[in-house]
């Protein structure tokens, strides 16, 4: 059975740093893309970062490049999310996934497991 279980996530201030893991079990995911995503209350899922199955190509959503950094260990088939600079519209449901495919993807129909979510919470 698949399992993707995220961590890191918590209350900081406006301008602090969190960073997320996501460590998947079950199969090994070397060969697959890997995101992030977020859903704050009342709000779609969006799309925050991937990194292709090497590491060597991500992709950001817009507002947080230069603030995240996506990045991941296929030999300890975990995927990371560095986030500095955090302000308070990052406040959300932090969700990992693996893609059924290598490549970069940011379209959620692309994403065949998920994580179960971690909070994180931004104050002003």
């Known amino acids: 059975q698949v399992q993707l279980v995220c961590s890191g996530g918590g209350l900081v201030q406006a301008g602090g740093s969190l960073r997320l893991s996501c460590v998947v079990s079950?199969?090994?995911?070397?060969?697959?893309?890997m995101g992030w995503f977020r859903q704050a209350p009342g709000k779609e899922r969006e799309f925050v970062a991937a990194i292709s199955w090497s590491g060597s190509i991500t992709h950001y959503l817009d507002s947080v490049k230069g603030r995240f950094t996506i990045s991941r260990d296929n030999a300890k088939n975990t995927v990371y999310l560095q986030m500095n600079s955090l302000k308070p519209e990052d406040t959300a449901v932090y969700y990992c996934a693996a893609a059924s495919r290598g490549w970069v993807t940011a379209a959620r129909d692309d994403y065949n497991y998920w994580g179960q979510g971690t909070q994180v919470t931004v104050s002003p």
């Open positions: 079950g199969r090994a995911f070397s060969n697959n893309g």
